[in-house]
C-alpha cells in the first residue's frame, strides 16, 4: 500500500500496457475504496526512559510520504500521557468512515506485560510492571476502536522500541520482552 506507485521489474516491461485501470463499476463488484486516513506518532524524547533517536524523524518521513500517496493524515510527536494518546486516537477514529482504509503508524517505546501491548508516552513513570496500564497507552484500545469504526481496511505499523526496562524485575523473570502478538 505504502508503495501506491505501482513498479514493475524490468523483465515484465514488455509490449503489455503496464497501467493499471479500475473495472467499470457493475452490481456483483465491491464498492469504490473510501478515503485514506492516516494517524503517525513518533514518540523520542522520553523523560524516564531512554530517549530515542530516530522515532520522530522517522514518523516526519512517513507523514511525508503517506500526503504523497494521497493520504488525509495527521501527524503527531512527543505526547506526553497516555490521555494525550487517546485524545489523538479518539479524534483519528472520528474521522473515520465504514469505506475507509486507516492507517496507524508509531515509532517510539513500546512494551508487553501480561500479553498485553502498550506504547509509552514520553512522561511514563513506569518503574516496575504495575505502572504500566496506568502510564501507558494499551494498544488493544486502538483495535477495539477500529473494529468498531467499520473501516474496509487496517494497516498499523509499530516501530516499536522493543527494550524491555524490567528485565531484572522478579515479575518479568523469563519474559522476552518488546511486544506480543495481537
Known sequence: LLAAGLQLNAAAQDERSARVTAPAASPGLAPE???RTALVIGNADYRHLTALK???NDSRAICQKLKSLRFDV??????????AMRRVVAGFVKRLQPNDTALFYYAGHGIEVGG????????A???SESYVPDETFRLSFLFDEL???KVRLSILILDACRENPFVQ???AAGAGGGLALP
Open 169 to 171: 524485575s522478579r515479575s
Open 116 to 123: 498485553e501491548n502498550y506504547l509509552i508516552p514520553t512522561e
Open 125 to 127: 513513570e513506569v518503574s
Open 74 to 83: 495527521e501527524c503527531a510527536e512527543n505526547l506526553a500521557d497516555p490521555k
Open 54 to 56: 530516530n522515532p520522530v
Open 147 to 149: 473494529r468498531n469504526s
Open 33 to 35: 475504496v473510501g478515503r
